[in-house]
């Protein structure tokens, strides 16, 4: 093999190392910032399992006024609507007291949500769910 072959033959080697390290790389980051979690009981993400639905409300406000989050609203028959931004001003309680799931998401996606749902007017489970990856 001549210099120029060697020269070739080894950049061409680094190159597919490189694109190995980056593809794994991006596979890990994947992995390890996944989140798809259900709480029952306890606290989880600012939240108590138990309490009320005012209460959820209050520590939203408290934990996301500063963030942007969105709702679907207004839901058609189907629970679907298009994004709307909540600022969790108290005047905002009132597009979610009536439903028993309010679903937070933290981007205009639906890749990265935070899922209060309610039974009897009690916060009865807490589901985080982020992913930063589209499966096909």
């Keep these: 093999m001549n210099k120029i072959s060697k020269g070739v033959a080894i950049t061409f080697g680094s190159i597919a ?24 009981e ?3 993400y600012g939240f108590n399992i138990g309490e009320t639905k005012l209460e959820s409300f209050k520590k939203a406000q408290g934990i996301y006024q500063d963030k942007d989050v969105f709702i679907l609203h207004p839901l058609d028959k189907n629970n679907f ?10 005047e905002d309680y009132a597009l979610i007291e ?26 009865t489970r807490i589901h985080r769910h982020r992913k930063n990856f589209e499966l096909p």
């Design 17 to 40: 190392a490189l694109l190995i390290i980056a593809l794994s790389s991006y596979i890990i980051y994947c992995w390890a910032t996944y989140i798809d979690k259900t709480i029952t």
């Design 42 to 44: 306890g606290a989880a």
């Design 81 to 90: 609507g298009p994004h709307q931004k909540i600022a969790f001003h108290n």
């Design 98 to 123: 009536g439903r028993d799931k309010w679903t937070f998401y933290f981007d205009e996606g639906f890749f990265n949500s935070l899922k209060l749902t309610f039974e009897s007017e009690k916060l």
